[in-house]
């Protein structure tokens, strides 16, 4: 299958491909803003989930004691990530783009696809956290340091690269993610790049599901669906790479 | 302590609280959005329930929302498309998982373990838009040549590219499992003469039943759960047909087709709330089903 991607979609990635918005009714030109969204979009997506999903596996691993409240955050993190993708994006779409007016935009698609990935986010870190081992927390109590100076100082350095690792592996994820954006972020066709979060946008997985499905002239934009499948996939699976290559950098350096 | 010292500590203490504070405030986020999610899709989604029975919309044979003379919002074409799909997923990607699994976790030389693990990894990492295109440029064409049907784009074409996207999840959870399987319970098996075959039979695949049965409940969840291949590959006609080379359409194509273009507040708008509702339900027992499997395996084992 992936072969057929990359015999098909190569000889449509050139540099005009890359850098060119597109032309001539979108069947020539190239497809900068759909790559432009969806990197300001897995950006807008970080920059929600990952203060919020590390600290509340801080919270959970460092502070939090077994009891009733940890439980009902568990269940709902389980809950959470078990919400298909487009009860998501509905979500998103009645209340950031139409109950909150953020309208069809980058902020609301972000906001979307930041509630997709936060389970991931919080489970992954969680995990780092309790990885470090036990004796790290206990020297630095023992000298007198406070509970959060411990956690910044001798707990999160250390679980820094499985944190990363979770993170990076999310963001893959909202980057291929289709289903939650088409509902709140993206265009069939916006050719100028967006100027601010309010701002709605073209993406590479949506592109592709327009071009596949709705342009009216389907087999002369299919070498160009071929060249954005394969940009996606070069993407996403070189995030997945690097998550990869930091886990087993990472699982070799530890001394402990 | 001098005044210094005593200021010093006291603005200690004081962070100390608000870090504490803020790290739980974060952590109830996840809690506030389940509730916001449950409570906005119902707040939503009754507005419908005034104007047309539960037992209409749930048993009603037509979906035509947008209709002029007479809009009808049955969801049985929908419900039958998303479980026609789904049972077509599950019969291929049930044996085949499992298959693989015992193969990667019992068979498979080392070397080739470390080959197809992050194979199945990288799988489970590929986009659903770019399984969709496959399914509606290669896959339609293939089952076109060999079924000679006219309607390219059918439920058994969703089936197979659903039954494709979601192997990936059942194998890397029921290879954990087959994994975890003590050793011991290996070696008293050979000891006693059986064969590899017979060990894997009769010890290590009912021993990770459970394991496997939570893999499939989630593997399932997944399937109802999915739009874009499913949107891309089916068609999309919202007709109850046996026939596995007609087109149908699933809950989750509906809500991504009709959102865009429904007026906000309408009983339409409320109807595709009600479907998520539907469809939330149904994911939701799946989910709990597997995180009962899930408990009781931890219970038991360790």
């Given at each position: 299958?992936?072969?057929?991607?990359?015999?098909?979609?190569?000889?449509?990635?050139?540099w005009?491909?890359?850098?060119?918005i597109?032309?001539?009714?979108?069947?020539?030109?190239?497809?900068?803003?759909?790559i432009v969204?969806?990197?300001?979009?897995?950006?807008g997506t970080?920059?929600f989930a990952?203060?919020?999903?590390?600290a509340?596996?801080?919270?959970l691993?460092?502070?939090?004691?077994?009891?009733?409240?940890v439980?009902?955050i568990?269940?709902?993190i389980?809950?959470?990530?078990g919400?298909p993708s487009?009860?998501?994006?509905?979500?998103g779409f009645?209340?950031?783009?139409?109950f909150?007016?953020?309208?069809?935009s980058i902020?609301s698609?972000?906001?979307?696809l930041?509630?997709?990935?936060?389970p991931?986010v919080i489970?992954?870190?969680r995990?780092?956290?309790l990885?470090?081992?036990r004796?790290?927390?206990e020297g630095?109590?023992?000298?007198?340091a406070?509970?959060?100076?411990t956690?910044r100082?001798?707990?999160?350095?250390?679980?820094l690269?499985?944190?990363l690792?979770?993170?990076?592996?999310a963001?893959?994820r909202?980057?291929?993610?289709?289903?939650?954006?088409?509902?709140t972020?993206?265009?069939f066709f916006?050719?100028?790049l967006?100027?601010s979060?309010?701002?709605?946008?073209?993406?590479?997985a949506s592109?592709?599901?327009?071009?596949?499905?709705?342009?009216?002239?389907?087999?002369?934009v299919?070498?160009?669906v071929y060249g954005t499948?394969l940009t996606?996939?070069?993407?996403v699976?070189?995030?997945?790479?690097?998550?990869?290559?930091i886990r087993?950098?990472?699982r070799?350096g530890?001394?402990? | 302590?001098?005044?210094?010292?005593q200021r010093?500590?006291?603005?200690q203490n004081l962070?100390?609280?608000?870090v504490e504070?803020?790290l739980?405030?974060?952590?109830?986020?996840s809690?506030?959005?389940?509730i916001l999610?449950f409570?906005f899709?119902?707040?939503q989604?009754?507005p419908v329930?005034?104007r047309?029975?539960?037992?209409?919309?749930?048993t009603?044979?037509?979906?035509?929302p947008?209709?002029?003379?007479?809009?009808e919002?049955?969801?049985?074409p929908?419900l039958h498309?998303t479980?026609?799909?789904?049972a077509?997923?599950?019969a291929?990607s049930?044996?085949?998982g499992?298959?693989i699994?015992?193969y990667?976790?019992?068979i498979?030389?080392p070397?080739?373990?470390e080959?197809?693990?992050?194979?199945v990894?990288?799988?489970?990492?590929?986009?659903?838009?770019?399984y969709?295109?496959?399914a509606?440029v290669?896959?339609?064409?293939?089952?076109q040549q060999?079924?000679?049907?006219?309607?390219?784009?059918?439920?058994?074409?969703?089936?197979?590219?659903?039954?494709?996207m979601?192997?990936?999840t059942?194998?890397?959870l029921?290879?954990?499992?087959?994994t975890?399987?003590?050793?011991?319970?290996?070696?008293?098996?050979?000891?006693?003469?059986a064969s590899?075959w017979?060990?894997?039979?009769?010890v290590?695949l009912?021993?990770?039943?459970?394991?496997?049965?939570?893999?499939?409940?989630?593997?399932f969840?997944r399937?109802i759960?999915?739009?874009?291949a499913?949107?891309?590959?089916t068609?999309?006609a919202?007709?109850?047909?046996l026939n596995?080379l007609?087109s149908?359409?699933t809950i989750t194509?509906?809500?991504?087709?009709?959102?865009?273009?429904?007026?906000f507040?309408?009983?339409?708008y409320?109807a595709?709330?009600a479907l998520?509702?539907?469809?939330f339900a149904?994911t939701?027992?799946?989910n709990y089903?597997?995180?009962?499997?899930i408990r009781r395996?931890?219970?038991?084992?360790r």
């Open positions: 299958m992936i072969w057929t991607f990359i015999s098909n979609g190569i000889g449509a990635i050139n005009t491909f890359l850098t060119d597109p032309r001539a009714g979108m069947t020539a030109g190239g497809i900068l803003p759909a969204g969806t990197i300001y979009l897995t950006l970080i920059a990952l203060p919020v999903g590390v509340s596996a801080i919270y691993a460092e502070y939090a004691r077994e009891g009733r409240f439980r009902v568990n269940s709902a389980t809950n959470l990530a919400v487009i009860i998501h994006g509905l979500f009645g209340l950031f783009v139409t909150l007016r953020f309208g069809t902020l698609g972000s906001l979307a930041f509630l997709l990935v936060l991931i489970s992954a870190s995990e780092a956290l990885n470090v081992p004796s790290f927390r630095a109590l023992a000298l007198g406070t509970r959060w100076q956690v100082h001798n707990v999160l350095p250390y679980a690269p499985g944190i690792t979770g993170t990076i592996l963001v893959a909202a980057a291929g993610e289709t289903a939650p954006i088409i509902l972020a993206t265009f916006r050719p100028t967006p100027s979060p309010l701002d709605g946008t073209m993406a590479l592109h592709i599901y327009y071009m596949a499905t709705q342009h009216p002239n389907i087999v002369q299919r070498p160009l499948v996606l996939l070069g993407m699976l070189s995030l997945n790479f690097v998550a990869i290559v087993t950098r990472h070799r530890k001394k402990w | 302590m001098d005044k210094e010292e010093g500590r006291r603005d962070k100390e609280f608000f504070k803020l739980f405030t974060s952590a109830t986020i809690i506030i959005v389940v999610i409570a899709l119902f707040s989604g009754a329930f005034g047309i029975s539960i037992a209409e919309f749930l009603g044979m037509f979906w035509q947008t209709s002029v003379i007479k809009p919002f049955g969801s049985v929908l498309g479980m026609i799909i789904t077509i997923a599950m291929i049930v044996p085949t499992v298959v699994a015992v990667i976790g019992e498979a030389h070397l080739e373990k080959i197809l693990k992050p194979l990894e990288l799988l489970a990492g590929v986009p659903s838009v770019v969709g295109f496959f509606l290669t896959l339609a064409t293939w089952i060999l079924t000679g049907t006219t309607s390219r784009l059918n439920a058994l074409n969703g089936g197979i590219i659903l039954a494709i979601v192997i990936p059942i194998v890397s029921a290879e954990d499992v087959i975890s399987v003590p050793k011991e319970y290996r070696e008293a098996s050979i000891a006693l003469g590899k017979e060990t894997i039979r009769r290590v009912p021993s990770s039943a459970p394991g496997i049965l939570a893999a499939i409940l989630l593997g969840g399937a759960g999915e739009t874009m499913v949107l891309m590959a068609g999309n919202a007709i109850v047909s596995v007609d149908v359409r194509a509906t809500i991504a087709i009709e959102t865009p273009e429904v007026a507040g309408s009983l339409h409320s595709l709330f998520a509702i539907l469809l149904i939701f027992v799946f089903l597997a995180s009962i499997v395996l931890g219970g038991s084992r």
